[in-house]
């Protein structure tokens, strides 16, 4: 069965703290894997996608890997404004050949002044 | 529009009552996605719609969800005689065709069964 768990579930840094969210993940056949922003009483909001392991994608503070087995979401000198929850989901090859991404049960992080 | 548009973002209902919740996707937008998010749990596939071919039910947890799309836009999922285990935030999502990477989630509705 296609699967995505992410750890820790809460992670909190002081301003300026790096660190890294981790995506776990089994699916028959990786078509891609997405990481996504939630604040709350919003919709997740697109970051990246990676689609072979070894790809790596940046924005600002911000920087996603992937390897056959996990991913990483990997937070550089983190602000306040970067508070929210991480998503990660994967889309896999399959019959059905839709958009469907199964989704992981999120970070939700908090960085402190 | 420029986004996904939900509506209502709030619903309360008595356990029983029949609910609809409305997805309006961005336009141009072939593909058109719901999914339910739970307290505590990651979000869940509910249903797909793309162009004109059949929709993608398989995530429909019974046969009290289901859920239209008319003249390949506007989006309704309905829900009869809910239950409180249907308490959740229903979200929907529209993109170009089915690469995930276009999705644009709407803000959602809150769906409280009392």
């Known amino acids: 069965e296609d699967q995505v768990t992410q750890s820790p579930e809460a992670l909190r840094l002081q301003e300026g703290e790096s660190s890294s969210l981790n995506c776990s993940y089994t699916?028959?056949?990786?078509?891609?894997l997405f990481w996504y922003r939630q604040d709350p009483g919003k919709g997740p909001e697109f970051l990246f996608t990676?689609?072979?392991a070894g790809e790596e994608k940046e924005k600002e503070r911000l920087k996603a890997t992937l390897t056959k087995k996990e991913s990483f979401l990997h937070i550089t000198a983190p602000k306040p404004e970067d508070s929210a929850t991480y998503l990660c989901?994967?889309?896999?090859?399959?019959?059905?050949?839709?958009?469907?991404?199964?989704f992981g049960q999120g970070t939700t992080l908090q960085v402190k002044p | 529009g420029a986004g996904v548009s939900q509506s209502p973002s709030n619903k309360v209902t008595e356990k029983g009552k029949d609910v609809e919740l409305r997805c309006d996707p961005i336009?141009?937008?072939?593909?058109l996605y719901w999914y339910r998010q739970s307290l505590g749990q990651g979000l869940e596939f509910l249903i797909y719609?793309?162009?004109?071919?059949?929709?993608?039910k398989s995530g429909l947890p019974s046969d009290r969800f289901s859920a239209e799309r008319t003249g390949g836009s506007v989006s309704t999922l309905t829900i009869q005689r809910t239950q409180q285990e249907d308490s959740a935030v229903y979200l929907c999502?529209?993109?170009?065709?089915?690469?995930?990477?276009?999705?644009?989630f709407g803000s959602g509705t809150r769906l409280t069964v009392v």
């Open positions: 990676l689609y072979s």
């Open positions: 999502a529209s993109s170009h065709s089915d690469r995930a990477y276009g999705y644009t």
């Open positions: 699916v028959s056949g990786l078509r891609g």
């Open positions: 336009s141009g937008h072939t593909a």
């Open positions: 989901a994967v889309q896999a090859h399959g019959s059905s050949n839709t958009g469907k991404l199964i």
């Open positions: 719609f793309q162009g004109n071919s059949a929709p993608d």
